[in-house]
């Protein structure tokens, strides 16, 4: 079992940039496809962003064209290159295996975009 640990987020005022970093324990080589999922609270966890071993991108609607996924293999860390934050993408941040519902969630990381 490969184990994912999320870091990067914190306050951020509006239109600001995040990078979040998801770092596995092993090598993620052998996984298909990488996702970054959010909650806010009082809501359901989303999608926000996935990447397979190919290198393809998908993005939710709320996110496209300001938010950029990105797997480094020989560092085995997945990235969300996060620009023109809103104040509606506060949430906590995950990263897991897209698809794969006998994994556990992390802690997450927290993002908070606010003046």
């Known amino acids: 079992q490969v184990q994912l640990v999320e870091s990067g987020g914190g306050l951020v005022q509006p239109g600001g940039s995040l990078r979040l970093s998801c770092e596995a324990s092993g090598s993620i080589v052998g996984i298909s496809a990488m996702a970054w999922y959010r909650q806010a609270p009082g809501k359901q966890r989303e999608l926000v962003a996935a990447i397979t071993s190919g290198g393809y991108a998908r993005y939710a609607d709320s996110v496209k064209g300001r938010f950029t996924i990105d797997r480094d293999n020989p560092k085995n860390t997945v990235y969300l290159q996060m620009n023109s934050l809103k104040s509606e993408d506060t949430a906590v941040y995950y990263c897991?295996?897209?698809?794969?519902?006998?994994?556990?969630w992390g802690q997450g990381t927290q993002v908070t975009v606010s003046s």
């Open positions: 897991n295996i897209l698809g794969d519902n006998s994994r556990s």
